[in-house]
């Protein structure tokens, strides 16, 4: 089978990220940039259905030059290979704008499964999957906690506010997975060793046929129009319990009519 | 005034839930509110009394198997439509899993812009969203094609406005590639009558401090004497102490009630994304210098098996 993982380099969650101030972006420039920590277990189920059902698993990535970093990450835990669609003319894009791109680039690589993190931790949109799905006209089995691929036949527990549904499609599909799918191994040394010699294929834009226009901030179909930072919250009393504990507690959340 | 297209929550066992109520009341601000239930057949019937308490003044309904019985595809087809025949002034979502998906597709298909986990939007379309775990605050807007806005639960306090909607059956029309993802199965696994984690005025969380499975019965007691939903920190769902379901933090559900309950919870980065923009956020942790004591009004550093019983005790004596 041939699959194909999203993945995206996002500023460091447990850090301080911000927008930047001159257009309204994500800051990637001064960030600690990583692999979103939920590509990782897309990462992981790609590599057991491989390892299972045999096939190739190949890493794309739409960003800017550094996240050449993430990419060589994401291969030492196992991927065969990598593509990179890397243009200036990108920066500013928008989510519409986005899933243009890697649908463009997923027609190429011609995958029979994409599977992809069910959410980036800088924007958590969650749109990317349906919006590819929509965009190839194949199916999207998003939040699964639980795959199993049986021939061409996918089926997934999505997880849900209420429980789980079970839902199944056909190959080629979009799957989204949460965290509680597996847990991802760590890169070997000799997995590190090996990512830096396996092939990583930079696609521009006119590679995908898609026009400059059409993404960045002049293709954007939304716009920053400002931001601020809030302030910090500050902690309010805090008392050591001696005896009493429980019952001040009771009387704080009275005063605030919680009680 | 032109149309609000306000796309309907609701589960089989509770009806509307609270941010379809809240979207009708955003939506009185912006136009005339039209609520569209796509579910299961007989659905927008048995919803029509809410929406229309809450000012819904007509009723789309997209009804039966074909709707229902895929994954969000269809649905994106028949609002696609609604929109295009209707041109509102807006679409407005819930800010959760299904509505997230249903507005992603309805924007390709559209070429139209999308903002999601919107807690507030204006007249002119300019919608205010809490990024970066609650850190910043960004006002957008959609440049291309009408408001498309996912509102994320408990941004507005919902006031009722009464209505009295007809409903208005629409013509299914969905296609071939709309039933590639079938939904064979359903499954409950909500437990009780608590309220829904993301929507609940109160909600009630233990973390690794609460030591295994058996002790978050503590918890729940107290999440129930306040009328509230429990929640858990990653620690605690990664150690099998509560299904993951019910993970309150950047890998889990973003909440922001009234009232945040932290028991046992140290308070890491991971849990604050997921809480740090309730109104009250009060904690109970052995160790004085834990982070989540930065964040809340209100702390108690002891030993949570000895307060959070008197605490419920407490909340006993004065009902």
Redesign the interface.
């Known amino acids: 089978m041939n699959i194909v993982v999203l993945v995206k380099q996002v500023p460091d969650s447990g850090a301080d990220r911000n927008l930047r101030n001159d257009d309204n972006t994500v800051d990637r420039g001064s960030a600690n940039n990583v692999i979103n920590e939920m590509d990782e277990y897309a990462i992981e189920e790609a590599l057991k259905i491989k390892e299972a059902h045999g096939g190739e698993v190949t890493i794309l990535t739409m960003g800017p030059d550094r996240a050449t970093e993430s990419i060589r990450k994401a291969l030492s835990m196992g991927p065969d290979k990598a593509v990179h669609v890397l243009d200036d003319a990108l920066h500013g894009s928008c989510a519409v704008a986005t899933s243009k791109v890697l649908a463009a680039a997923l027609g190429q690589l011609g995958a029979d499964l994409v599977i992809c993190g069910a959410e980036s931790t800088d924007g958590r949109v969650q749109v990317m999957p349906h919006m590819i799905a929509e965009r190839l006209g194949v199916a999207a089995l998003t939040g699964a906690r639980k795959l199993t691929v049986d021939g061409a036949t996918l089926t997934v527990e999505r997880q849900t506010e209420e429980g789980y549904e079970v839902v199944t499609a056909s190959t080629p599909a979009v799957v989204s997975v949460w965290d509680t799918i597996n847990e991802p191994r760590y890169p070997s040394f000799k997995g590190i060793m090996a990512a830096k010699k396996k092939p990583v294929q930079t696609l521009a834009l006119a590679d995908l046929g898609v026009a400059p226009d059409e993404v960045g901030f002049d293709g954007a179909t939304s716009a920053v129009v400002e931001h601020t930072k809030r302030p910090p919250r500050s902690g309010g009393a805090k008392i050591t319990d001696e005896g009493e504990g429980g019952v001040k507690l009771v009387e704080f959340l009275a005063t605030e009519k919680f009680v | 005034m032109s149309e609000v297209l306000v796309v309907v929550e609701a589960?089989k066992?509770f009806g509307v839930k609270k941010v379809t109520l809240e979207m009708l009341t955003l939506a009185r601000e912006l136009g005339t509110p039209s609520a569209v239930v796509l579910g299961g057949a007989g659905a927008a019937e048995a919803l029509s009394g809410k929406l229309g308490e809450y000012g819904a003044e007509k009723i789309y309904a997209a009804e039966g198997d074909e709707i229902d019985g895929y994954?969000?595809?269809p649905k994106?087809t028949v609002l696609a439509e609604l929109v295009k025949r209707v041109q509102p002034a807006a679409v407005l979502l819930a800010s959760?899993?299904e509505g997230?998906?249903i507005?992603?597709?309805l924007?390709?298909?559209l070429?139209?812009?999308?903002?999601?986990?919107v807690v507030g939007l204006d007249a002119d379309g300019?919608a205010t969203q809490?990024?970066?775990?609650?850190?910043?605050?960004?006002?957008?807007?959609?440049?291309?094609?009408l408001p498309l806005v996912t509102v994320r639960p408990n941004s507005v306090t919902p006031a009722p406005a009464a209505a009295a909607p007809a409903i208005e059956q629409l013509s299914v029309s969905v296609t071939d590639?709309d039933k590639?993802?079938?939904?064979?199965?359903?499954?409950?696994?909500?437990k009780g009558s608590r309220p829904?984690?993301?929507e609940a005025g109160?909600v009630v969380s233990g973390g690794r401090g609460v030591g295994n499975a058996d002790n978050f019965k503590l918890v729940e007691e107290l999440a129930d004497l306040?009328g509230g939903a429990v929640g858990a920190s990653r620690a605690a769902v990664d150690s099998g102490f509560y299904p993951?379901?019910f993970q309150v933090g950047?890998?889990g559900k973003?909440v922001s009630p009234?009232?945040y309950v932290a028991l046992g919870i140290s308070g890491a980065?991971?849990h604050r994304?997921g809480m740090?923009t309730s109104k009250?956020?009060?904690a109970?942790n052995k160790d004085?210098e834990a982070p989540i004591?930065?964040?809340?009004?209100?702390?108690?550093?002891?030993?949570l098996f000895?307060?959070?019983?008197?605490?419920?005790?407490?909340?006993r004596k004065?009902k």
């Open positions: 589960t066992e994954l969000v595809a994106a959760a899993q997230k998906e507005a992603a597709r924007a390709v298909k070429d139209n812009g999308i903002l999601t986990d300019t809490v990024a970066f775990a609650g850190s910043t605050i960004v006002k957008s807007k959609v440049t291309k094609g590639t590639l993802a079938k939904v064979v199965e359903r499954v409950a696994e909500q829904e984690l993301t109160v306040l993951h379901q950047q890998t973003t009234q009232l980065i991971q994304a740090q009250t956020i009060v109970v004085g004591f930065e964040l809340a009004d209100f702390g108690v550093v002891g030993d000895k307060i959070v019983p008197q605490a419920a005790e407490e909340i004065r």
